[in-house]
Nanobody, 115 residues
């Protein structure tokens, strides 16, 4: 059974940082592209960042420079380092594992950026 479990969300003030983690099980982690998506209230889910099995990265253009995706294949975990957070970064952040076909999704972790 495939499981993607996100953690690290919470309430932070504008300008602060958070690191999200997504621990995977039930997949051969190192052959999957891993990604982070987010969905803000009333908006569609959008790509934040992704990293291929080979380490190539892709970022939403509006977030590049503030957010960094990384992965640890030995720990079967993908991370999202988020710096200089803004209120508009408030959303549920979802982990995604894809290798063609239907991707797998985690249940999400809530990030609230508010003063």
């Amino acid at each position: 059974q495939v499981q993607l479990v996100e953690s690290g969300g919470g309430l932070v003030q504008p300008g602060e940082s958070l690191r999200l983690s997504c621990a995977a099980s039930g997949i051969i982690f190192n052959i999957y592209a891993m990604g982070w998506y987010r969905q803000a209230p009333g908006k569609q889910r959008e790509l934040v960042a992704s990293m291929s099995s080979g380490g190539s990265t892709n970022y939403a253009s509006s977030l590049k420079g503030r957010f960094t995706i990384s992965r640890d294949n030995a720990k079967k975990t993908v991370y999202l380092q988020m710096n200089s957070l803004k209120p508009e970064d408030t959303a549920v952040y979802y982990c995604n594992a894809a290798r063609g076909g239907t991707p797998y999704w985690g249940k999400g972790t809530l990030v609230i950026v508010s003063s």
